[in-house]
T-cell receptor, first 112, second 112 residues
Framework: QKEVEQNSGPLSVPEGAIASLNCTYS??????FFWYRQYSGKSPELIMF????GDKEDGRFTAQLNKASQYVSLLIRDSQPSDSATYLC????????????FGRGTSLIVHP | DAGVTQSPTHLIKTRGQQVTLRCSPI?????VSWYQQVLGQGPQFIFQ???????GRGNFPDRFSARQFPNYSSELNVNALLLGDSALYLC???????????FGQGTRLTVV
């Protein structure tokens, strides 16, 4: 049974700060890693994906992957109140199967 | 271009009834995936279809079935509804079989 663990939060950060969201996964053979943002009452939207160890940056977002530690994180720089949402970590399987397993999500609150 | 569209947006059914949910993917996308999201949890994978063939099935009972049509739209059917089937059902489309890139707004199913 593949598991993806996230702290449900809420994680509260002040506007302008760096928000750090973390995710661990159980299947060592996982090959693809995704972050989705879900506003309350809305559907998820893909914001980042990463396949290789290290960092991947896209604007204010940085995804970090450490396969040895089975750990993936999302950093949001210069957090804005509009970033307040639930962030879902999803981990794709091995052997060409990209069907992801989602974590339960971390609620982020950015307060002015 | 229209995004992923799902219908209906809300639905109330009685235990034991059957329901059909519909999804139209983004034009040009050949892969459709279905997810169930219970409040407070991440989406749980139900089915993936690519080029009208089932490419993956999650851990759901046989009461759940789906199909994809020649125009790549899809239907999810659930028979013998249970109270526990109450959830947000999400459809996502992608160009190929990678992780869901774009989600529809979802269908909120309530079973009473």
């Amino acid at each position: 049974q593949k598991e993806v663990e996230q702290n449900s939060g809420p994680l509260s950060v002040p506007e302008g700060a760096i928000a750090s969201l973390n995710c661990t996964y159980s299947d060592r053979g996982s090959q693809s890693f995704f972050w989705y943002r879900q506003y309350s009452g809305k559907s998820p939207e893909l914001i980042m994906f990463i396949y290789s160890n290290g960092d991947k940056e896209d604007g204010r977002f940085t995804a970090q992957l450490n396969k040895a530690s089975q750990y993936v994180s999302l950093l949001i720089r210069d957090s804005q109140p509009s970033d307040s949402a639930t962030y879902l970590c999803a981990v794709g399987g091995r052997g060409g199967s990209y069907i992801p397993t989602f974590g339960r999500g971390t609620s982020l609150i950015v307060h002015p | 271009d229209a995004g992923v569209t799902q219908s209906p947006t809300h639905l109330i059914k009685t235990r034991g009834q059957q329901v059909t949910l519909r999804c139209s993917p983004i034009s040009g996308h050949k892969s459709v995936s279905w997810y169930q999201q219970v409040l407070g949890q991440g989406p749980q994978f139900i089915f993936q279809y690519y080029e009208k063939e089932e490419r993956g099935r999650g851990n759901f009972p046989d009461r759940f079935s789906a199909r994809q049509f020649p125009n790549y739209s899809s239907e999810l059917n659930v028979n013998a509804l249970l109270l526990g089937d109450s959830a947000l059902y999400l459809c996502a489309s992608s160009l190929d079989t990678v992780a869901p890139a774009f989600f529809g707004q979802g269908t909120r199913l309530t079973v009473v």
